[in-house]
């Protein structure tokens, strides 16, 4: 008969005096991961080879440290890479539609910014100054004077050789006017009527004569006004030049060696220049200032002289670690703003925004894949930038070809960027199967583990904790305490030899025991209040726990703890809810008839069982047929079924125990109602290890309390499954007392034997089993049940000949 296990099987303890310290206080917590090895292998491996598309997808359950791993060692890496250069956006004079990047080196591009902000302060000061100098408007008199006066001799000179025609020339509002003269005065109109006709028309014909000419020096004056106007811009372009090459010549010097920046000055250069008149006012030509590549708003047409510093790391000293939390298209690859003006949405290159590719441009870039998938074109538009290996800003709209507006293109910028994408398992595994991008973009997976070997982690586990409580400021742990976080990390992963890398559970463990060790008035963490915190946690969730234990002690809910029973024993499920799970027993039964070898799973026939369930109830026939009837067809049919079970019921681990109901039923043996049991089979008889048996075993352990503990009680678990043991401390004391016992089972045989105090019995050697044991009695039914069917086949095989005849 197997013994049941004894307390020290039943929950592996930390023995707290094999700490060296008495606080963590004393821990240097810096090392806040415990475990994670492949992880880190493979993040080193992915931030140290230098090749196109190892990028990295660090996955795993929220909540193991991805994320500040993935920062710790990117901090690390980084920390002996130089800063990446500074990158600008200016103004393409040639095509304004289209700026210019620049790349400077770390700290020069806001050295630059302000430069040229100063410059067109200055600027906007000296050319004023300029123009209104007495050289400048002394050589604008001049030309000014040489164009009027050659004009007013070219008319003098007329009208004196229209006096020797005795004509005069006079000047009238409405123009010039010609009227012939006698003695040096204009003759009348009813003099030169009495005239004689040919002197009028000899007088009218030179009239028309002259004013022929004077049309001709009419027409030569806007000419004349315009090689004026000419000559004037050549001074204005003359005067703004010693303006400005000054000051453009400091920025040259300054910026020595920077051939981008030389090229931009020089274009700076011409096009104030080029454009003074406009940028002053100084002629009637209202030069569109839009067209020469400002934006209407504040700063006028200076602002196309600006430089739009998007990138500075000018304060930094290494290579830069960004974490983008809101991954949007235009977060990621920067974007165009526009502003309203006069009804209409405009922009320019001083709009122009870096997005996360930008700022993380010669360093690292950490996202979140879920966030990242589940914004529109965020994801295509991560790829393409990689792919690529630049930045190009445009909308999603024009990368889609979905828009087409007039707007900026800016020049792309080399991109040289390492990504860490941060996701679960699933979304990793789903990008795999069904985008071939992924395979190409992210080379390197980085998995976190859940669990780590609990033999060399004890201490690591002191040190991380160490760490938690001083980045949460929170109070420092006694031995005691870190025995007891360290016993409920073993408890999370339901393994006696392996601990819970699950870093988010454990800090919440330790906020709320030192919020019970504050309410307590204690400096530091002990034990207690660790306990104190896993406690209310429970009870903040186990309402609906509560309620289905109350139902069965109320006996609403069918579970015996006493007694025998054919064809009925106490299984055990898991129910989960969020982060909280216990277990619950269930009354399994079975009923057999004569048939043709049927096992009816009545869930799966009433569509509330799943594939796995199903699965093992089919394990059974193959059990039964392989022990005992092998050479004989099995002549049954059986029922199976989980009472008073209103929902879904999925996985294996009540295969043994429908098992037990099923050969109970055919042996007409009753089954221990004191008894629950739980672990999957196999068609040899093996039971196998299940998950959840430490909550299956408690709610067994609390109903059984409930109804009162008789000593009898007790749970069957998978011999392979007592490693999983990390009990509560109330069923090590019930244990202990002998009130409740935890038995270890590796066949069927061992747990019908416990079930039925009857010998499960082996075939000798002559293939029989002992005359009286659990098996034999199985064999004789099913053998009787196959006479049966012959007797009724032979019968019904007589009818039908009978009727022939």
């Given at each position: 008969?197997?013994?049941?296990?004894?307390?020290?099987?039943?929950r592996r303890?930390?023995?707290?005096?094999?700490?060296?310290f008495?606080?963590?206080?004393?821990?240097?917590?810096?090392?806040?991961?415990?475990?994670?090895?492949?992880?880190?292998?493979?993040i080193?491996?992915g931030?140290?080879?230098?090749s196109?598309?190892?990028?990295?997808?660090?996955?795993?359950t929220?909540?193991?440290?991805?994320?500040r791993l993935?920062?710790?060692l990117?901090?690390?890496?980084?920390?002996?890479?130089?800063?990446?250069?500074?990158?600008?956006?200016?103004?393409?004079?040639?095509?304004r539609?289209?700026p210019?990047?620049?790349?400077?080196?770390p700290?020069?591009?806001v050295?630059?910014?302000?430069?040229?902000?100063n410059?067109i302060?200055e600027?906007?000061?000296?050319?004023?100054?300029?123009?209104e100098?007495e050289?400048?408007?002394t050589r604008?008199?001049?030309i000014?004077?040489?164009?009027?006066?050659?004009?007013?001799?070219?008319l003098?000179?007329?009208?004196?050789?229209?006096?020797?025609?005795?004509?005069?020339?006079?000047r009238?509002?409405?123009?010039?006017?010609?009227?012939?003269?006698?003695?040096?005065?204009?003759?009348?109109p009813?003099e030169?009527?009495?005239?004689?006709?040919?002197?009028?028309?000899?007088v009218?014909?030179?009239?028309e004569?002259?004013?022929?000419?004077?049309?001709?020096?009419?027409r030569?004056?806007?000419?004349?006004?315009?090689?004026?106007?000419?000559?004037i811009?050549?001074?204005n372009?003359?005067?703004?030049?010693?303006?400005v090459?000054?000051?453009?010549?400091?920025?040259?010097?300054?910026?020595?060696g920077l051939k981008?920046?030389?090229?931009?000055?020089n274009?700076v250069?011409t096009d104030?220049?080029?454009?003074?008149?406009?940028?002053?006012?100084?002629?009637?030509?209202k030069?569109?200032?839009?067209?020469?590549?400002?934006?209407?708003?504040?700063g006028g047409?200076?602002?196309r002289?600006?430089?739009?510093?998007?990138v500075?790391?000018?304060?930094?000293?290494?290579?830069?670690?960004v974490?983008?939390?809101n991954?949007?298209?235009q977060?990621?690859?920067g974007?165009?703003e526009?502003?309203?003006?006069m009804?209409?949405?405009v922009t320019?290159?001083?709009?122009?925004?870096a997005?996360?590719?930008?700022r993380?441009?010669?360093?690292?870039?950490?996202?979140e894949?879920?966030?990242?998938l589940?914004?529109p074109?965020?994801?295509?538009?991560?790829?393409?930038?990689?792919?690529?290996?630049?930045?190009?800003?445009e909308?999603?709209?024009e990368?889609?070809?979905?828009?087409?507006?007039?707007t900026?293109?800016?020049?792309?910028?080399?991109?040289?960027?390492?990504v860490?994408?941060?996701?679960?398992?699933l979304?990793?595994?789903?990008?795999s199967?069904?985008?071939?991008?992924?395979?190409e973009?992210?080379?390197?997976?980085?998995?976190f583990?859940?669990?780590?070997?609990?033999?060399?982690?004890?201490?690591?586990?002191?040190?991380?904790?160490?760490?938690?409580?001083k980045r949460?400021?929170?109070?420092?742990?006694?031995r005691?305490?870190?025995?007891?976080?360290?016993?409920?990390?073993a408890?999370?992963?339901?393994?006696?030899e392996?601990?819970?890398?699950?870093?988010r559970s454990i800090?919440?463990?330790?906020?709320?025991?030192?919020?019970?060790a504050?309410?307590?008035?204690?400096?530091?963490?002990s034990?207690?209040?660790?306990?104190?915190?896993?406690d209310?946690?429970?009870?903040?969730?186990?309402?609906?726990r509560?309620?289905?234990?109350?139902a069965?002690?109320?006996?609403?809910?069918?579970?015996?703890?006493?007694g025998?029973q054919?064809?009925?024993?106490?299984?055990?499920?898991?129910?989960?809810q969020?982060e909280f799970?216990?277990g619950?027993?269930n009354?399994?039964?079975a009923?057999?008839?004569?048939?043709k070898g049927?096992?009816?799973?009545?869930?799966?026939?009433?569509?509330?069982g799943?594939?796995?369930?199903s699965?093992?109830?089919?394990i059974?026939?193959?059990?039964?047929?392989g022990?005992?009837a092998?050479?004989?067809?099995?002549?049954l049919?059986?029922?199976?079924?989980?009472?008073?079970?209103?929902?879904g019921?999925?996985?294996?681990?009540?295969s043994?125990?429908?098992?037990?109901?099923?050969?109970?039923?055919?042996?007409?043996?009753?089954?221990k109602?004191?008894?629950?049991?739980t672990?999957?089979?196999?068609?040899?008889?093996?039971?196998?290890?299940i998950g959840?048996?430490?909550?299956?075993?408690?709610?067994f352990?609390?109903?059984?309390?409930?109804?009162g503990?008789?000593?009898n009680?007790?749970?069957?678990?998978?011999?392979?499954n007592?490693?999983?043991?990390?009990?509560?401390?109330?069923?090590?004391?019930?244990?202990?007392?002998g009130?409740?016992?935890?038995y270890?089972?590796?066949?069927i045989?061992?747990g019908?034997?416990l079930?039925?105090?009857?010998?499960?019995?082996?075939?000798?050697?002559?293939?029989?089993?002992?005359?009286g044991?659990?098996?034999?009695?199985?064999?004789?039914?099913?053998?009787?049940?196959?006479?049966?069917?012959?007797?009724y086949?032979?019968?019904?095989?007589?009818?039908?000949?009978?009727?022939h005849?």
């Open positions: 008969m197997t013994e049941p296990l004894s307390t020290d099987l039943l303890t930390c023995d707290p005096s094999h700490f060296d008495e606080t963590t206080a004393e821990l240097d917590g810096e090392h806040s991961i415990v475990g994670q090895d492949r992880a880190r292998e493979a080193e491996f931030v140290e080879i230098d196109k598309g190892y990028n990295i997808f660090a996955m795993g929220p909540g193991t440290g991805r994320r993935v920062d710790q990117l901090e690390e890496a980084a920390q002996d890479q130089a800063a990446p250069p500074d990158w600008c956006y200016v103004n393409n004079f040639d095509d539609r289209s210019r990047a620049l790349e400077l080196p700290g020069r591009g050295e630059l910014r302000n430069d040229v902000q410059f302060d600027i906007k000061r000296a050319l004023p100054a300029t123009f100098s050289e400048y408007q604008l008199q001049l000014q004077d040489e164009v009027r006066q050659g004009h007013e001799d070219a003098e000179e007329f009208r004196e050789r229209a006096s020797e025609e005795n004509i005069a020339v006079l009238t509002p409405q123009g010039f006017v010609f009227a012939p003269i006698r003695d040096g005065d204009v003759v009348p009813e030169f009527q009495a005239l004689p006709e040919e002197e009028q028309k000899r009218r014909t030179n009239i004569e002259l004013q022929d000419e004077l049309q001709d020096i009419l030569k004056v806007p000419q004349q006004q315009r090689e004026v106007q000419e000559r811009r050549e001074l372009q003359e005067m703004a030049g010693y303006a090459d000054d000051l453009v010549d400091r920025l040259h010097k300054k910026y020595e981008e920046v030389q090229e931009y000055l274009a250069r104030i220049v080029d454009n003074v008149d406009a940028l002053l006012n100084l002629s009637n030509e030069d569109d200032a839009e067209s020469k590549g400002a934006v209407f708003g504040e047409p200076w602002r002289y600006r430089v739009n510093l998007i500075d790391h000018g304060k930094d000293d290494r290579a830069p670690v974490f983008e939390d991954p949007t298209y977060h990621l690859i974007q165009v526009q502003i309203a003006r009804g209409a949405l320019d290159f001083n709009l122009i925004k997005g996360a590719l930008h993380a441009n010669g360093g690292y870039l950490v996202v894949a879920r966030k990242l589940m914004h074109y965020a994801w295509e538009g991560l790829k393409r930038a990689l792919q690529a290996e630049e930045l190009e800003i909308s999603a709209g990368a889609l070809g979905l828009i087409r507006t007039v900026l293109d800016p020049e792309p910028i080399p991109l040289d960027v390492k860490v994408l941060v996701g679960s398992r979304v990793y595994y789903l990008l199967a069904f985008d071939p991008d992924m395979a973009l992210f080379k390197v997976m980085a998995d583990d859940e669990e780590v070997d609990r033999n060399d982690a004890e201490t690591g586990y002191a040190r991380m904790l160490a760490a938690i409580t949460e400021n929170l109070r420092p742990l006694d005691t305490a870190v025995a007891r976080v360290i016993d409920r990390g408890r999370l992963v339901s393994d006696s392996k601990l819970s890398t699950h870093m800090s919440d463990l330790l906020r709320e025991a030192d919020y019970r504050g309410k307590n008035d204690r400096d530091v963490i034990a207690e209040h660790v306990q104190e915190a896993i209310a946690k429970v009870r903040r969730a186990d309402r609906l509560e309620r289905i234990y109350e069965i002690e109320r006996d609403s809910l069918y579970v015996s703890t006493e025998e054919v064809g009925q024993v106490n299984g055990l499920s898991v129910l989960q969020n799970s216990f619950r027993p009354r399994i039964t009923r057999v008839r004569l048939g049927e096992i009816i799973d009545i869930e799966r026939e009433a569509a509330l799943g594939p796995l369930h699965k093992g109830v089919l059974l026939s193959g059990f039964l047929s022990r005992y092998p050479n004989k067809p099995l002549s049919t059986a029922s199976l079924v989980f009472e008073q079970s209103y929902g019921i999925e996985g294996d681990s009540a043994s125990a429908e098992l037990y109901a099923l050969l109970s039923a055919i042996a007409d043996v009753p089954l109602q004191s008894l629950a049991v672990g999957s089979v196999n068609q040899h008889g093996v039971v196998q290890p959840g048996v430490n909550e299956k075993v408690e709610g352990f609390d109903v059984c309390r409930s109804k503990l008789t000593g009680q007790g749970v069957l678990i998978p011999a392979d007592v490693k999983n043991l990390m009990l509560r401390q109330d069923v090590l004391e019930a244990a202990r007392e009130r409740f016992h935890i270890p089972v590796e066949t045989d061992q019908i034997e079930l039925t105090d009857h010998e499960a019995g082996t075939r000798d050697e002559q293939g029989n089993y002992p005359e044991s659990f098996n034999a009695r199985v064999e004789r039914r099913l053998e009787r049940l196959a006479d049966q069917r012959r007797h086949a032979l019968r019904d095989g007589q009818a039908e000949e009978a009727a005849e």
